[in-house]
C-alpha cells in the first residue's frame, strides 16, 4: 500500500497515456465526436456528464477518500444539494448543530421546500442523537472537526447507530481532508468536501466534491450531477489537481503552526477560550486524536470580556481578514457576521456560536511572523 503524498501524486489518473504527460490535460471541449448515434469514440459525450480532466481529479479524490466513486462539482454547495436531492419528500435529516452556514441555508431555505426535514443535534453527544431520530429520518449529516466551534464528532459511533437504524451517514471532511482523517474507512457512506478549502489550497478556484461508499449511492450522485449540471469545469478540475499534489506538504505545516498558536491563545490573558482539538483541555481531543492522524490548521477563539473582535480581526497584518479557509495564507473572520450569518441569532447562540468568536485558517507563513502579528494585536486592543 502506498504512502499518501504518493498517491497524491500518482492516485487516480495522474498523467496522459496518449502523450506521456505528466500533468493531466485540459480538455475545454463540451462535446466529443461518435462514431454512430449513440457509439461515442470513447466514454465521453458531452462535458456535462463527463469530462477527461474532471475524471481524472475524480478519480483522485476517490483514491484518497479511499471510496467507490468520487464527483467533482463546481462548488461545495453543488455537491451538498446533489447530495441532498438523493432524499424525497417526508424524509428527515439530523445534522450537527455548528454546521457550516451555507450548508444549513441550502436545507432551511431550499429543500424544507421541497418537503426535507432536518433537527440539529450536538453530534458530538452521542446520546442525543437518539431523541432526534423519526420514523422518516434517513440520514445522519456531520461535520467534524464541525465549523466553527471545531466539535469532534465520533464517526465510528454515529455509524454505528446509523447502521442499526438503517441511516445514512454523511461526513463534511473539508477541515481535516484526507489527510488527516478518512470517514470511509471509519463507517461513513459519502464524504463531501467544499475543494475550494485544503484541496485547492490556493484560494484561487471554488469547487466541491462527493465520495460514495457503495455503487448505489454512487450512481444516485451521478445521476444527480448530470440531471442538475452543478459540474467542475476543466480548468477548475487541473488547478484542484495540482493543488492536491502538495496536500500532505501544506497540511503538515498548517497543523504544525496551528499547534503552536492554540497554545499561544490559550496561554494569553486576552482571550477567554480556544476552540482547537490538539488542545488536551479540548472536550473531543481524545477521540479526534484516535480518529485522525493530526489536529489541521483550524481553530477558533473567544476574546476576554470586553474586547471588540471586529478591531482585533482588522488590526492584524498577515491574518487575511476573508471568508473561506485552507488556503496557503492565513485567514481570520468573524462567523457570525460572515460566514454563519444566514443561520439565525438564536440557533447560533443555542449551538454556541458566539458573536465575539473569531475563526483562523492557519496558513504556511512563517510561524515567528504570524505569532507576531497576534501579539501586535493584542497590544493594540
Known amino acids: 500500500m502506498i504512502g499518501f503524498s504518493t498517491k497524491a501524486i500518482h492516485g487516480g489518473i495522474s498523467e496522459d497515456a496518449t502523450t506521456g504527460a505528466v500533468s493531466v490535460p485540459i480538455f475545454r471541449s463540451s462535446t466529443f465526436k461518435q462514431n454512430a448515434p449513440a457509439h461515442p469514440i470513447g466514454n465521453f459525450e458531452y462535458a456535462r456528464s463527463g469530462n477527461p480532466t474532471r475524471l481524472a481529479v475524480e478519480k483522485l479524490i476517490a483514491d484518497l477518500e479511499e471510496g467507490l466513486a ?28 455548528d454546521v457550516y452556514g451555507g450548508t444549513f441555508r441550502a436545507l432551511d431555505k431550499v429543500f424544507t421546500k421541497f418537503g426535507l426535514t432536518y433537527t440539529l ?25 464541525s465549523n466553527p466551534l471545531l466539535k469532534i464528532i465520533d464517526i465510528a459511533g454515529i455509524s454505528e447507530i446509523a447502521e442499526a437504524h438503517q441511516l445514512l451517514t454523511i461526513v463534511d471532511n473539508t477541515f481535516a481532508t484526507p489527510y488527516l482523517q478518512k470517514p470511509l474507512t471509519l463507517g461513513a457512506d459519502l464524504v463531501v468536501h467544499s475543494g475550494t478549502k485544503y484541496l485547492g489550497g490556493h484560494s484561487d478556484v471554488v469547487s466541491g466534491f462527493v465520495v460514495a461508499k457503495t ?14 449540471g452543478g459540474v467542475l469545469g476543466p480548468d477548475d478540475s487541473w488547478l484542484v489537481q495540482r493543488g492536491i499534489k502538495t496536500l500532505a506538504l501544506r497540511m503538515a505545516r498548517h497543523t504544525e503552526s496551528a499547534a503552536v498558536i492554540a497554545d499561544f491563545l490559550a496561554a494569553s490573558d486576552k482571550v477567554a477560550k480556544v476552540y482547537y482539538p490538539g488542545l488536551s483541555s479540548h472536550k473531543g481531543h481524545e477521540i479526534a486524536a484516535r480518529q485522525m492522524s493530526g489536529f ?86
Open 121 to 145: 443535534v450536538d453530534l458530538s453527544d452521542l446520546t442525543a442523537i437518539s431523541s432526534a431520530l423519526t420514523e422518516n429520518t434517513v440520514a445522519i449529516y456531520a461535520e467534524t472537526p
Open 215 to 228: 455503487q448505489e449511492l454512487a450512481d444516485d450522485v451521478q445521476f444527480n450531477q448530470n440531471a442538475l
Open 296 to 381: 489541521g490548521g483550524m481553530m477558533s477563539f473567544e476574546l476576554a470580556d470586553g474586547t471588540n473582535a471586529a478591531a482585533f480581526v482588522q488590526s492584524l497584518r498577515y491574518f487575511t481578514l476573508a471568508e473561506s479557509l485552507g488556503g496557503v495564507e492565513s485567514l481570520i473572520e468573524v462567523p457570525a457576521l460572515m460566514t454563519h450569518a444566514s443561520i439565525p441569532a438564536d440557533l447560533r447562540a443555542a449551538s454556541g456560536i458566539a458573536d465575539g468568536l473569531i475563526r483562523l485558517s492557519v496558513g504556511i507563513e512563517d510561524l515567528d511572523d504570524l505569532l507576531a502579528d497576534l501579539k501586535e494585536a493584542f497590544e493594540k486592543i
Open 70 to 97: 468520487g464527483f467533482a462539482f463546481a462548488s461545495g454547495l453543488a455537491g451538498i444539494s446533489a447530495v441532498f436531492a438523493t432524499f424525497k419528500a417526508g424524509d428527515h435529516i439530523v445534522m450537527t448543530d
